[in-house]
């Protein structure tokens, strides 16, 4: 059986820093893509980052257009842990924090439709 487990949210006031853990157990997720959604009240769940291996040209990073630098994601294959380190938080920044994982490479790693696992969600509330 297949569980993410995300860890490190939390309240932060505005310009702080947090740092997102995403735990894998059940597989390994070396060869498929992994990255980071969040959903706000009201609004639809939205790519953060994700990375995914790509065989030989090993592995490609990608970010939301709103991330402008602040958010850094990371994994370590040893651990089957992904990690997401925020800073210069930002009000709008609040929202729930979901890890996901793919089952089988070479898939768009920005599309959420494209992911076969999820965590359970890690709430992100920076104040102002």
């Known amino acids: 059986q297949v569980q993410l487990v995300e860890s490190g949210g939390g309240l932060v006031q505005a310009g702080g820093s947090l740092r997102l853990s995403c735990a894998a157990s059940?597989?390994?997720?070396?060869?498929?893509?992994m990255g980071w959604f969040r959903q706000a009240p009201g609004k639809e769940r939205e790519f953060v980052a994700g990375?995914?291996?790509?065989?030989?040209?090993?592995?490609?990073?990608y970010y939301g257009d709103f991330v402008k630098g602040r958010f850094t994601i990371s994994r370590d294959k040893a651990k089957n842990t992904v990690y997401l380190q925020m800073h210069s938080l930002q009000p709008d920044d609040t929202a729930v924090y979901y890890c996901?994982?793919?089952?089988?490479?070479?898939?768009?790693?920005?599309?959420?439709?494209?992911?076969?696992?999820w965590g359970q969600g890690t709430q992100v509330t920076v104040s102002s």
């Open positions: 996901a994982a793919q089952s089988r490479p070479y898939r768009n790693a920005h599309n959420r439709n494209e992911y076969d696992y």
């Open positions: 059940g597989r390994t997720f070396s060869e498929s893509a």
């Open positions: 990375l995914r291996w790509n065989g030989v040209n090993g592995v490609s990073i």
